[in-house]
């Protein structure tokens, strides 16, 4: 039998009950929703072993299909629909599990709409869960969405896989933990008060886990294997083999050791970065050559204490290395705070320094009580004191980082798909209240004020709420991470008074895809604007939210609507970008106008913030990862060894077939000046230019569907049968290096030629693809129909191929690379161009160049890269890749999931209330690095701006020359003028003048062109150099500087922001 006393979540007037439990011989109550219709079709989900992967094909990529499949038999029960509780739910019910259950018995208070972004004023009075449950449905429609009112009970708990608590007493926890324990049921308990977190786990005492880390397999070619009682494999030195020891292995397409081949995972001992013992092979064959190594991921158990077991003989998981006595302090904290509210049916109040001393009292207590397993030494009494203030807190950055954190251990639950948290973690973000202490902030100031941002007032006090109110923010992206930023902030209150604004802009429009993680978006929405379906949504979270949704890309050409007035207005820029170059751009803006940024990503279950601060720390272009290693362009082009290679040269060949060509042939046809800058290209590119032009207009340009055909299916001759067998021709089987070594080893796989056959569907799927592809480019209505296409085919005779003799094929990239520097000939040059018709011949002449898009599946893309790529790999007995993986490889999709962008948000939102509270030191705030699989979580101290110095001045990259060049009766300051200033003024010759790419003036120019550009206006120089106008929006000019000091000596210097209207 299971009961609790009633108790209160985290709102002190009026109290609100928490769980409470009933016996299972009590009556319960549970009524279902109907899960909304959608617009874009879904098949229902549940017990079907159908995955969307339209719909989830981001997560798909981070779990994978098997963990996925057993998260759709997995029933979830969330308990308490307050903030945590629905930020879990969120994440769970996107995931893709079999079904949620919300339970919450208590009503709606104005409290609650601090950080509960799914309830509203008019629902205040009504139940939590009944009014949350058809607005979570709304989701996903393929996980049902019920919620139960009333007591739980045994009864209804054993229908669950896994029960998560979020506002319950310690006695319910331990009396549903117990019986939880004891039924196999997995059980996770979060809470968070205000400013402080905490997630336990218990997943039973033999839960198998069947993915450590969530990487993919190691894999690498051999060199050499040993025989020996401890035999070593070495493997090629191209790259370190990335494995640990005590890591398993398996081998395949081993010569002579041929035992090795699909044998039992074998653990090894890691030896060297290319070398690993793995075991006894003196019974085993010589080895001859060749093979693979491939990582096996090997099952492990966990086993788990009850929650009860637990709590006297804690684990903890650390978050942040710097507080490394936080946790147990704050296991024995949230335990007095359990107690307080026990006996005095109430949390402590905000601020309120009687309640406080008593819960510290109460913790001495229970410590002095404690086991040796979770006693501490001594009690930290003033961050006992700042957990007793924040009891009542409820904060929306809070909810979404432990709420994240939790929804994967949800999902982890589900589907043993990465490590499990080991028992407790606690994290806390006490460096978000001002560096001076709180020793300002009152109890009046925290009390609350029937607002619906009381819970976060009760944490900061409501003349911080005024700040928040206030600000002006930019968010840039309105996807995944944007989504989020928009639901904090319009929960948070930034710009959600008449002084404040928050614009968001992102040019893309809503595809199904979003719709696994970017949960403002409905299906519904799919195909409309994204920032505005955004920004909409979060209003209807908040009305006071006052959001201005734009559809610009950010960059040079919206330079007139990001003027200097709009980024001066500014408190700070929050970026929520996919790609490199825009947040570099964005990050030289913020520079440029010294405007704070947040900056942040997720990769998978990978996700990281950082803090830029004016004046404070490096920017984010200070410091970048490596950049991606390319593939080998021999490698690609004759020597491939892995599907990354074929699905790779599979996406140039789309390019070059029906991309490149035809936008050159439109430039051909429109731009008069195109044969002027081609027959300037260097190396073989104008000949291969004006080749692949004639190629689109003349010599392969198809009059009906059937030509479009013939051309795929002479072409896919050539490319799987003919130069496969050409290169066989120049380097046979049983080619020999001059060393005496096989050409065809190592790296190089020997291929074999293709011939095509009917029967053959990933042949046929080439055709098809290939000829329905090359008929949308020149609007010719193509077909499906493959005994159509076949019939075509089958009229076709396809010339016999005899290798010839003389013909160059490059082994090496420096080979490659005389090859594509080599010299035209002339004569060959003008042949290409008399027969290449005149440009005005094909004034009514019409194609459309393909840009590849890999999430439509009805547009023959992805079609054309598997089959091709497959083709590849066939050739040189490579395993082939199914859809979906080569949809990720070849169209390099981020992998995604919603538990790491909430966890990331709300760290980058606690950043924002540390900006907001004006701190300015260093330490107050944290860069962090999270990844949730293993789960490890990592802050540092922000990089201070490096320093430089000229004169013994020191300065950062914040740091610029400020020049006003605008002088009385508007006129303006002239080179010499500007030349003159850093002589006399500075000390600094200039002896180079530079405006983004346009040298203005340097010390070499001929003298006449110095004389005539020093008595210019500055402005005037610019435009002249630039050959452009300067935008009437632009008042500032950002100058580059190269100087020497008054020693001659040439010396760095910051930039010069010049201002000249």
């Known amino acids: 039998m299971m009961s609790a006393s009633v108790s209160e979540d985290h709102c002190s007037e009026p109290p609100s009950k928490k769980l409470k439990v009933q016996s299972q011989t009590d009556t319960n109550n549970t009524s279902n929703n109907s899960v909304a219709t959608t617009s874009v079709e879904m098949a229902k989900n549940g017990d079907q072993t159908e995955i969307d992967e339209g719909l989830y094909s981001r997560q798909l990529y981070v779990l994978g299909h098997a963990a996925m499949k057993l998260m759709s038999r997995s029933n979830v029960l969330i308990s308490g629909m307050k903030g ?111 400013l402080f977190g905490q997630i336990f786990c218990d997943f039973g005492e033999d839960f198998l886990v069947v993915d450590t880390n969530g990487e993919p397999p190691v894999s690498n070619m051999l060199s050499s294997v040993t025989k020996d009682e401890q035999g070593v494999v070495m493997c090629l030195d191209e790259t370190r083999h990335g494995l640990e020891s ?72 650390m978050t942040d290395f710097a507080k490394f006595d936080r946790p147990g302090q704050l296991h024995i904290g949230f335990q007095a705070l359990h107690e307080f509210y026990q006996k005095k049916a109430t949390n402590p109040r905000p601020r309120n320094k009687a309640d406080a001393a008593e819960m510290v009292a109460m913790a001495k207590e229970i410590n002095s009580k404690a086991p040796d397993g979770a006693k501490q030494e001594s009690l930290d009494e003033d961050l006992l004191m700042n957990l007793a203030y924040n009891a009542t807190g409820d904060i929306c950055p809070m909810q979404a980082f432990i709420g994240g954190v939790a929804a994967q251990e949800v ?17 806390d973000a006490l460096e978000c209240y001002q560096e001076n202490g709180t020793d300002n902030l009152t109890e009046e100031e925290c009390q609350p004020k029937g607002s619906r941002y009381d819970g976060q007032i009760a944490v900061f006090g409501d003349g911080f709420q005024k700040k928040l109110e206030s600000l002006k923010y930019f968010i840039v992206g309105a996807g995944a991470i944007g989504c989020e930023l928009l639901k904090s902030f319009a929960l948070v209150g930034v ?166 060509p035809y936008d050159n042939a439109l430039m051909y046809i429109t731009d008069s000046k195109f044969i002027e800058r081609t027959l300037k290209l260097p190396g073989m590119q104008p000949i291969d230019t004006l080749d692949s032009v004639k190629k689109a207009l003349v010599d392969e340009c198809p009059k009906e569907f059937e030509d479009c055909v013939r051309w795929a299916r002479l072409y896919w001759q050539t490319q799987y049968h003919n130069q496969i067998a050409q290169l066989l021709y120049n380097f046979p089987a049983d080619q020999v290096t001059t060393s005496g070594a096989p050409f065809w080893s190592g790296p190089k796989r020997c291929p074999h030629p293709l011939n095509f056959d009917f029967d053959n569907e990933m042949h046929m799927d080439y055709v098809c693809a290939a000829a329905n592809l090359k008929a949308e480019v020149y609007g010719i209505k193509g077909s499906r129909d493959r005994a159509f296409i076949r019939s075509i085919m089958e009229t076709i005779t396809i010339p016999a191929f005899t290798p010839k003799s003389g013909v160059k094929i490059d082994v090496t990239d420096a080979e490659a690379q005389m090859s594509a520097q080599a010299s035209v000939e002339d004569d060959t040059l003008e042949s290409v161009m008399k027969n290449l018709p005149q440009p005005s011949s094909f004034q009514n002449f ?151 790419v346009c040298m203005i003036y340097s010390f070499f120019m001929s003298p006449a062109k110095q004389k005539e550009r020093l008595a210019m206006k500055i402005s005037e120089v610019v435009a002249k150099v630039s050959k452009k106008k300067i935008p009437k929006h632009v008042r500032h000019l950002v100058l580059e500087l190269c100087c020497n000091d008054k020693d001659g000596e040439d010396v760095e210097v910051p930039y010069v922001r010049y201002t000249f209207r």
Request: aromatic share 10%; with cysteine.
């Open 411 to 427: 999902l982890k639950a589900c589907s043993g798909k990465f490590n499990p948290i080991k028992q407790w973690m606690y994290f």
């Open 846 to 996: 019409k194609v459309k160049p393909l840009d590849f898009e890999k999430d439509d599946d009805t547009n023959f893309h992805m079609d054309f890269i598997v089959a091709s790529s497959n083709l590849r790999a066939e050739n040189y007995e490579i395993p082939p890749a199914d859809r979906h993986k080569s949809k990720l490889i070849a169209g390099k999709i981020i992998p995604a999931i919603a538990t790491t962008t909430a966890m990331v948000v709300g760290l980058v939102c606690l950043e924002l209330y540390k900006m907001a509270n004006g701190n300015k030191k260093l330490e107050s705030y944290k860069n962090g690095f999270a990844n949730l699989a293993l789960p490890f979580f990592a802050f540092s101290e922000p990089i201070s701006a490096p320093k430089q110095e000229y004169y013994d001045k020191p300065f950062t990259l914040w740091d610029r020359f400020e020049i006003d060049g605008r002088k009385a009766g508007g006129s303006e300051m002239t080179l010499k003028d500007l030349l003159d200033y850093f002589q006399n003024e500075e000390k600094l010759e200039i002896t180079m003048l530079s405006q983004g």
């Open 246 to 317: 005590g890591d398993y292995v398996t081998f395949a397409e081993v010569q002579g050791m041929v035992e090795l081949n699909q044998c039992e995972p074998r653990k090894i001992k890691v030896l060297g970065p290319y070398s690993f013992s793995i075991g006894d092979t003196t019974n085993l064959s010589n080895y001859t050559r060749g093979g693979i190594v491939t990582e096996v991921k090997m099952p492990s158990k966990v086993s788990f204490k009850s929650l009860r077991q637990s709590l006297a003989e804690p684990e903890f998981l």
């Open 495 to 660: 710009g959600c008074s008449p002084e404040g604004k928050v614009t968001v802009t992102d040019m893309d429009i809503i595809e199904k895809s979003n719709l696994n993680r970017q949960f403002l978006f409905r299906p519904h929405d799919v195909t409309k604007p994204k920032s505005d379906c955004a920004a909409s949504a979060a209003k209807k979270m908040n009305p006071s939210f006052n959001i201005v949704p734009h559809q610009n890309r950010v960059g040079p050409e919206t330079e007139s609507v990001y003027n200097d007035d709009f980024f001066e207005s500014l408190d700070g820029v929050a970026n929520a970008l996919d790609n490199v170059d825009a947040r570099m751009y964005m990050d030289r803006r913020c520079v440029f106008y010294r405007k704070s940024l947040l900056e942040s990503g997720t990769l998978g279950t990978k996700g990281n913030v950082q803090v830029v601060l004016p004046s404070l720390t490096e920017s984010y272009a200070s410091s970048q990862d490596p950049p991606e290693k390319s593939i080998p362009i021999c490698t690609l082009k004759n020597f491939p060894n892995a599907i990354e290679h074929t699905l790779q040269w599979a996406r140039d060949e789309f390019e070059g077939l029906f991309k490149n």
């Open 84 to 194: 945590l509780g629905v930020e879990i739910a969120k994440n769970v019910v996107l995931s893709g599990v079999k079904s949620v259950t919300i339970h919450d018995e208590e009503p709606v208070t104005i409290a609650d709409l601090s950080s509960q972004f799914f309830l509203r004023k008019e629902d205040i009075g009504k139940n939590r869960a009944e009014v949350t449950t058809p607005r979570l449905a709304e989701l996903n429609s393929y996980v049902p969405v019920s919620h139960h009112t009333t007591a739980l009970n045994e009864s209804f708990i054993s229908k669950f896989q896994v029960v998560v608590l979020t506002t319950s007493t310690l006695a319910a926890q331990l009396s549903i933990g117990d019986f939880c324990h004891s039924r196999g049921i997995h059980l996770i308990v979060a809470e968070t008060r205000g």
